[in-house]
């Protein structure tokens, strides 16, 4: 256990509420602020809901499942997170919201919290900047689903001091994740890699290289992938595939980060993968099928 005692997050959507489980499961009182009871009561149900599932596969006893969700604490005040010793931010990727938050937490929160956001696109100083401690500012970056996900990039920015960046890197390692430091770039290490290779699958699509399924297919079979791009792509959504790869295109002017004309016409089509029911492949179905895209 870190010197943290108290943990703060912001927004309670499928990240938000992954964080928020960890932090409680470690042994953090948590709390959750987002807009409505409506979004806590859903994020309430799906925490509920993953804890039953390591219960029934004996991974948790029932026991630590009730003190989990004891720990939690869900509120619309961001005032109510004025106590914590760090706050973890897992809004949209919008960063005037973002902004607009912290510069709320910043005249809330005492001197000693560490503020860090789950961005997975935008810069840290581009937020850090927005409040008066930036020294006391980082990225934590969870993957998704974060209880099952063990990796955490602790981001480091120009102004990070060495003691915040080490009580973050002891903090994401207290939560039983595998923390890597990453240097404050757009997509620091993962999606830096990562976003290329799916957007290039998309363009793979659009040129008639193979068809959907072969192309998942090959990759994982040929590279020991455990699911094909598009699968992936599916799952993470093209709509946040397309705003992070903005997000990094405007950041580097690179071709390779910019988004194919496929993925913003699907994304206009508002197939956004499973959680519209379509995207690449079909989820109204089971097994899912692959839908004719007219490419």
């Excluded at 020991?224 to 405007?250: N, Q, R, W």
């Amino acid at each position: 256990m870190t010197d943290i005692k108290r943990v703060g997050v912001l927004g309670c959507g499928l990240m938000g509420s992954g964080i928020a489980q960890v932090a409680a499961a470690a042994g953090y009182d948590t709390i959750v602020r987002d807009v409505s009871q409506q979004v806590w009561d859903k994020a309430r149900a799906g925490i509920e809901k993953s804890l039953a599932k390591f219960v029934e596969k004996g991974k948790l006893q029932p026991a630590d499942r009730d003190a989990t969700l004891k720990r939690l604490q869900f509120t619309t005040t961001t005032a109510d997170l004025k106590p914590c010793d760090i706050v973890v931010e897992a809004v949209t990727e919008d960063l005037d919201l973002k902004n607009t938050l912290w510069k709320e937490l910043d005249g809330l929160c005492g001197p000693a919290t560490i503020f860090a956001s789950n961005t997975s696109s935008l810069t840290i100083a581009a937020m850090a900047a927005a409040t008066k401690r930036g020294d006391r500012f980082v990225g934590l970056h969870f993957f998704n689903p974060v209880p099952l996900m063990p990796l955490v990039e602790v981001v480091r920015t120009v102004t990070t001091s060495a003691e915040t960046f080490q009580r973050a890197f002891a903090f994401a390692r207290s939560l039983g994740k595998e923390p890597v430091a990453a240097k404050d770039n757009s997509g620091f290490i993962v999606n830096l890699l990562l976003v290329p290779y799916l957007l290039d699958a998309i363009r793979a699509v659009e040129r008639g290289v193979g068809s959907v399924p072969d192309i998942d297919k090959a990759m994982q079979l040929g590279c020991g992938y455990p699911m094909g791009p598009l699968t992936l792509l599916d799952f993470v959504g093209l709509d946040t595939t397309y705003k992070i790869a903005e997000i990094m295109f405007t950041e580097y002017r690179e071709q390779r980060y910019a988004p194919p004309p496929l993925l913003k016409r699907m994304v206009l089509a508002g197939m956004n993968g499973r959680k519209s029911g379509k995207g690449f492949y079909d989820y109204s179905v089971d097994p899912p099928k692959v839908l004719a895209l007219g490419v």
